[in-house]
Each structure stands twice: as structure tokens, then as C-alpha cells.
């Protein structure tokens, strides 16, 4: 290009901004992080005053704290359950409204409000839908016979089952619209051949469809299962992680660790177990993303 | 014209039906909360749920004697800001990662990407530590710093993408013409970008306007946005219903609207680029 010196000068006034804001809000910050870890901080116990303990916070963590791995498991189990449900019905719907029809941008803009209006509302609007004796659904629910005696948030296993359905309700129109994506931007081609040649429908989805959507798969399910494991909205707003602490989740765990107790030292030391088992996740998601060629070019 | 009839019938039964099924289950607990936010008190609470019902606007006005209109222009202030900070540093970044080999740029991309993808509360606590002692806890700046830097790797990697796609000869033609690097872009590449930057802005003020746990963290007293005022409102003694469910629609207008508009380009900014519709 044209004289170095001047080029140079460019790329820094490019790459200045995002340094500097990188440092302020991310390098600075994790370092403090990783010297309060070592320490003994709460701003609830005056003995915790921020003596150097060295490793014993992670040791209490990763070694003994029972509430830890159980907020990790719930987690877990949560993602394990809700992803590939929303997977597949995303998957089911996008095939079958992948068709010319009049209102469609209007439809899947209809469609696409669970996932876009703020997690925050969407908690709302299904504790009001659920609240006992008068929320409509508990009221729909009671002729039926269900849930007469007790509401769905008070018990273990009914309240953890509602926060999945309402995360498949949320979260089924991303992967759908992600596989209208790929279904739409697919070679017409083999398609119409196969039809020709006496194919039946679920015969074109399982041998050209499904492989070809494969890499749009593989990305779909990781976005939505990072996403999953982070969830804390719609807890914090449904369950605050009861009854007793059934629907507790990393991110609320990390959450009343440090803002609830208030434990300074304890808490960087559950934040920083997070943030490195997430850039595990980030390499991981990067080489997918980024190793091969993108996985469907642009058509629209 | 049986067989014409005939088809209408089948489209009506696989298609139609099921359709306005599938758009029932995505809107009704939605229209019910709308619904819910022209109800009286009485109405709301009634073990008998009313879908016909005499409209009032009570909890409108409810809402403005609790300091809606103020939470409303926290979340504009904090949305409107951290949307211009980060599209500005992204989007240069973004023609920095488009045009030169950065050293170490693939680190630096990565890392951007890793902000975004581990859970935010792992990133509050450390930015709530280091905030406290610069004193931007409780204020704009502080909840503006943490949208920009979390809405970050979205602007960039479809900045990137958008400035890939200009071609090279038109910008070699302007340096041959003796235009400087500073003219180049701002006067040639970024202008054809422009639809695209429109699309990621409105997306990253969607995103900073339903964000919740940095707000919550971050903010207190009178720079609270509206995500956080809506939970708040969930009282031991008693919730007002239909307070909530009249913020909850004025805070999700501005996302229906905009959602609309960036219609085709939604894959791309709920993938971070990584799906392009």
C-alpha cells in the first residue's frame, strides 16, 4: 500500500480504542479479581478482612463446596435437557415453514418475540402466567385437576421442569430461524433431482438435508448451549433458585456468592473458575467457527 | 374445480391451522400481559380470567408516580451511549482486523470473543471490584463501560464480515488517486458498510436495553434502567400486576419495532456472524 510510517499510525488508531477499553474493563479488572481470590474479603463478616490465604478459597471450592457442584449439575442437567428439545422442535418447525407464503417476513417476525424481548420480561410474564389461584395458567391447569393442592414453584422438580419449558418457549424460534438460514441457502439442485427420482420427503431430509445442515447444526447447538449455561434472568426473576436451592444454576450461585453474601474473596475465586472453564468453551467454539469455511454463504 | 378446492382444504389443515397454532403459543403469554396491563386490580387477581374486559388506563398512570419516566430515560441514556462507544471502537477495530495483519490479532480477536461467551457474572464481580475503586459504581458510566465491552465481539465480527465484503479495487483506486487512510475509510468504505452498521447498532441497543444482571450490579439509586426497575416491583407484600405488566409492554415496544426492521439481518446479529441469513 502506500508509505509504511502512515499505515502504521492508522492500524494503532484502529486498534488504540479497543485496547484501551479492553485493559480498563477486562485485563485491570481480572487482574484485581485474581489477587481479591487469594484473599479472605466479605463485606457481611468484619473477620474477613482481606488476609492473604493463598489458595485456600479454590481449595474450599473445587475440594468441598457441596453447593458449587450442585448449582453445576443443575446446570448441566439444564442445558442437557432444553437444548436438544429446542433443537429438534426448531429444527421440525423451520422444514415445514421453509415455503413461499404471503405474510411470512410478518409470521417470523411474530414468531421471534419469545427470543428477542428481554429475558427479564419473559420471567415476568410467566410468573404471572403460573402465580398460584389466580395466574391463568395455574387456573386452567386447577379444572383439570393439576396443581390444586400446591403451586408449580414450590416444588423441586415441577419448578426446575417450568424454567426448561419456559427456556424452550424462549429459545425454539433461535434455532428455528438459524435453520431457515441454512434450509433456504441449500442448492436446490439434488433436492428437486432426488424428488424425481421417487424420493420420499423424510428420505430428502435424512440424506441431503440433515448432512448438509450438519456445520449449521453444530453451530446452532453450541450458541445455544453456551447461552443455556449461563442462564440467570429468568431464574432470578421465576425462582431466585428455590425451593431451597432446586433450581440453582452457576450463574445465580456466582451471583448470591457476591452480591447476596457479599464473600469478595470466595466469590472472584467462583468467578475466575467460570471465566477460565468459559475460554475453554470460546477455543473451542473459535476453531469450529473459524477452522473450515463458513458454513452457509449468503443468498438473501 | 374440485381438485382447486380440494388443495384449499389440504393447505388450510397442514398449513394454515397449524400455523396460527404455532404463532398462538409464541403471542398468547405475551397478548395476555398486554391485556393484563389494561385490567384493574380486581380483574388481575380474579380466579376467573377475563379475555373481554373494560379497559382502563390506571396502571399507566400508576407506573409514572413511581418514577417510570425516569427509569425510561436511564435505559435510553445507558443504551444510546454504550450503542455509539461500542460501535465506535468496534467498528474500528473491526477495519483493523478487515485490512492489516495485526500482531498477535488472532489473540486479540479471540479474547473478544471470550468476553462474550463465559457467563457475565464471572465478568461483573471483577469489573464491580475495579469500579468501586474508580467510584463509576451507581453511575452511568460504569453500567455503559460493561454493555459496551459485552455487546463488543458482536459489532466486530459483523463490522468485520460487512468490510470484507468491500471489494479492495476501490480502495486502491482512491490511494492511487493520493487519498490517505483517514479518507479512504471514512470516506469510501465506511459509507457502503452503512446498512450494515445500521442493522448491528440497532442490534447492540436491543442488547444493552434487555440487559440485566450488569444493570443490576451496576447501577443503583437513580441510574436504575428499566429491566431492573420491572423485577423490583415484585414486593413480599403483594405485587401490583398490572404495574408490571404495563412496564414490561412499554419496555418491549421498542424491541417489536426495531425487530422488524432488521428482519434479515436477525441470523447474523443472534450468531455474532457466525450464521448469515
Redesign the interface.
Known sequence: MVHTGSTRTFMWFCMGPVLLLLIIVAVAPVTLALIDSFRDLSLAMPSKRGQFVALDNYRDLLGSDGNFYRSLAHTVIFMMIAVPIELALGLLIALWINREFTGRRLVLTILMIPTMIAPVVVGMIWRFFLMPSFGVLTVYMNRLGLFEETSVFSGAITAFGALIIIDIWEWTPFIMLIMLAGLSALPQAPIEAATIDGASRWQIFRHIQLPMLFPLIVVAVMLRGIDASKVFDTIYVLTGGGPGNATEVISTFAYRTNFIRWDLGYGAAVCLVLAFASLVVAALFFKTVSGKPKPVEETS | MTTGRSLFARQLVT?VV??LV??G???I??I??LL?SFKTRGE??????KWVFNPTSINYTDIIYKGFDGYLLNSVIIGFSSTALCV???T??A??FSR?K?PAGNH?F??????R??????????????FR?LGLVNTYAGVI??H??FN?VLV?WMMRSFFDDVPREIEEAA?LDGC???RV?LQITLPMTYPGLAAVSIFVL?FS??E??FA??LTGGDTRPL?VM??SL?LHTGTQ?GQ??SA?II??IP??IF??FI??K??QG??FG????
Open positions: 398449513f397449524p400455523l404455532l404463532l403459543v409464541a403471542l403469554p405475551y395476555w400481559i393484563a388481575l387477581i380474579s380466579p376467573d380470567p465506535f471502537v468496534g474500528l477495530a477495519y483493523g492489516f495485526i486479540l479471540f479474547y473478544i470473543l471470550a468476553t461467551l463465559g457467563p457475565p457474572v464471572a465478568y461483573a464481580l471483577p469489573m464491580y471490584l475495579i475503586d463501560l460493561a459496551t465491552t463488543l466486530v490511494y490517505g487512510h483517514f475509510f436491543i436495553w434487555n440485566l444482571l443490576l450490579i429491566t420491572i423485577p415484585v400486576w408490571v405488566a414490561s419496555q418491549s424491541v417489536l425487530i422488524f428482519q434479515k436477525l441470523v443472534l450468531t457466525a450464521v448469515k441469513g
